[in-house]
């Protein structure tokens, strides 16, 4: 089992840029598939980015391409999802899970492990 905590939302301007953490404790993130997800208020929670267990493969919803970057660090056991050119449109919850068996998946059910969340708001 594996415990995750997100880290590093906040409040920022359109445009601004933030970088959220998700650490890893009880085993090794590269036993897994890590993801981001985002919930906004009344919206369903939506796939954001992933990573393959390997670090080899990331895949991006649409609207976030060319602005985040997922990216993680074996020995920190941490997973990171870059923001930049933030808009008032990725205001939300933004998640960080573990998939422990099956090919990287963008749909959250397919995600065994799952961190408390951290708020992002970008104001315009």
């Known amino acids: 089992q594996v415990q995750l905590g997100e880290s590093g939302g906040g409040l920022v301007q359109a445009g601004g840029s933030l970088r959220l953490s998700c650490a890893a404790s009880?085993?090794?993130?590269?036993?897994?598939?890590m993801g981001w997800f985002r919930q906004a208020p009344g919206r369903n929670r939506e796939f954001v980015a992933v990573?393959?267990?390997?670090?080899?493969?990331?895949y991006y919803t649409d609207s976030v391409k060319g602005r985040f970057t997922i990216s993680t660090n074996d020995a920190k056991n941490t997973v990171y999802l870059q923001m930049n050119s933030l808009k008032p449109e990725d205001t939300a919850v933004y998640y960080c899970?573990?998939?422990?068996?099956?090919?990287?998946?963008?749909?959250?059910?397919?995600?065994?492990?799952w961190g408390q969340g951290t708020q992002v708001t970008v104001s315009s």
């Open positions: 899970a573990a998939q422990i068996t099956g090919p990287i998946s963008r749909i959250p059910a397919s995600y065994n492990y």
């Open positions: 009880g085993r090794t993130l590269s036993t897994y598939n």
């Open positions: 990573v393959s267990r390997t670090g080899q493969t990331t």
